[in-house]
C-alpha cells in the first residue's frame, strides 16, 4: 500500500507570493491533517479534515487555509506569504477519525520564503 | 489548551546504555499519548502509544506507560543502538480528533 504523498517536495517563493501544497492520503484513509515543523516552534497543527469538513484549526491567520476533496486528497493554501512561513509542512492520515489512532506521515513538503 | 512538556536534550548515550525521554501533559479528559519518532532524513512515524490510563505501550524495545496521577508518559529503553538515534516526539489527542499535540522534540545521540 503507498503511503501518504505529498507535493511537491521543495519550493522556493518570494515574500508575497502564494503557495498550494498537495497530499493524498493513504488508500481508504479519510482523515487529514497537517502540520507546520520549525526548529524554533516545532511541530504545530494546522487542520484536521475529516470527509471533506474540517473539523479543527490550529492557531494560524486567515492566510492559511485548505481543503479536502470527495477523495480524501486534501490542499493546503498559503497566501502573502512572510519570511516566517518557511518551514517543514507535513501532512498525517489516519484509517478513522475518532482520536487516538495512528498517524501516518508523509516526507512533508519544504517551503522556504525569500 | 492541552500542551506537552518533554525534556529537549540533546541527549548523548553510548551504545548499551539506559534511555529515559520524560514526557508530562496537560489536557483536560482522557487524551491519548503516543511517542513518534523521526530518523534522519525521514518521516515522523509512530513508535508506541497507550490509550488510557496505566495502559503500557511497546515496540522495538521502547516502553511507556500513561501515568495518570503524574499525567506523564516516559519513554523508556533498558539498551539503546546507535540505530536509535533520532529525534523522538512525545504527543496527545483528545478524543473525537486526530489532532496531534507535539512536545518539542528530544534529539538523541547513541555513539558506538
Known amino acids: 500500500k503507498a503511503g501518504v504523498t505529498q507535493t511537491p517536495r521543495y519550493l522556493i517563493k518570494t515574500r508575497g507570493q502564494q503557495v498550494t501544497l498537495s497530499c493524498s492520503p493513504i488508500s481508504g484513509h479519510r482523515s487529514v491533517s497537517w502540520y507546520q515543523q520549525t526548529p524554533g516552534q516545532g511541530l504545530q497543527f494546522l487542520f484536521e479534515y475529516f470527509s471533506e469538513t474540517q473539523r479543527n484549526k490550529g492557531n494560524f491567520p486567515g492566510r492559511f487555509s485548505g481543503r479536502q476533496f470527495s477523495n480524501s486528497r486534501s490542499e493546503m493554501n498559503v497566501s502573502t506569504l512572510e519570511l516566517g512561513d518557511s518551514a517543514l509542512y507535513l501532512c498525517?492520515?489516519?484509517?478513522?477519525?475518532?482520536?487516538?489512532?495512528?498517524?501516518?506521515f508523509g516526507p512533508g513538503t519544504r517551503l522556504t520564503v525569500l | 489548551g492541552d500542551s506537552v512538556t518533554q525534556m529537549e536534550g540533546p541527549v548523548t548515550l553510548s551504545e548499551e546504555a539506559f534511555l529515559t525521554i520524560n514526557c508530562t501533559y496537560t489536557?483536560?479528559?482522557?487524551?491519548?499519548l503516543f511517542w513518534y519518532v523521526q530518523y534522519p532524513g525521514e518521516g515522523l512515524q509512530l513508535l508506541l502509544k497507550?490509550?488510557?490510563?496505566?495502559d503500557k505501550g511497546s515496540n522495538k524495545g521502547f516502553e511507556a506507560t500513561y501515568r495518570k496521577e503524574t499525567t506523564s508518559f516516559h519513554l523508556e529503553k533498558g539498551s539503546v543502538q546507535v540505530s536509535d538515534s533520532a529525534v523522538y516526539f512525545c504527543a496527545l489527542s483528545q478524543g473525537g480528533s486526530e489532532k496531534l499535540v507535539f512536545g518539542k522534540g528530544t534529539k538523541l545521540t547513541v555513539n558506538p
Open positions: 498525517a492520515s489516519s484509517s478513522q477519525g475518532a482520536g487516538g489512532n495512528e498517524q501516518f
Open positions: 497507550a490509550t488510557k490510563a496505566d
Open positions: 489536557a483536560t479528559g482522557y487524551p491519548s
